[in-house]
Nanobody
Framework: QVQLVESGGGLVEAGGSLRLSCAASGRTFSSYPMGWFRQAPGKSREFVAA?????????DYADSVKGRFTISRDNAKKTAYLQMISLKPEDTAVYYC????????????????????WGQGTQVTVSS
């Protein structure tokens, strides 16, 4: 069984920065791509960023966060990160990390249906 625990959310002013962490249990963290999604009140869950397995050589980002968010992973610590800079009020949401259903170093998933394990979420609030 895989458990994912997010941390690092909070309240920040527009233009500020936060780094989210996603700590995973289990022995297979390195083998699977990881993703971040977010859900704002009244909206559906949306893709934010994803990183391939092992060295994380493949990444993908939603257009709305490109150039501001960076996804990374530390396999020794079994942790994925989402560094967020230049935050905007529209980034306000609950952020979830997730593990891809399929191990791959060559692709990442951008659909929530491609992920099978999810964390409980961490709230990010950006004030204007």
């Amino acid at each position: 069984q895989v458990q994912l625990v997010e941390s690092g959310g909070g309240l920040v002013e527009a233009g500020g920065s936060l780094r989210l962490s996603c700590a995973a249990s289990g022995r297979t963290f390195s083998s699977y791509p990881m993703g971040w999604f977010r859900q704002a009140p009244g909206k559906s869950r949306e893709f934010v960023a994803a990183i391939s397995s092992w060295t994380g050589g493949v990444t993908d980002y939603a257009d709305s966060v490109k150039g501001r968010f960076t996804i990374s992973r530390d396999n020794a610590k079994k942790t994925a990160y989402l560094q967020m800079i230049s935050l905007k009020p529209e980034d306000t949401a609950v952020y979830y990390c997730a593990r891809d259903r399929s191990p791959s170093s060559l692709r990442v998933g951008v659909q929530a249906s491609e992920y099978d394990y999810w964390g409980q979420g961490t709230q990010v609030t950006v004030s204007s």
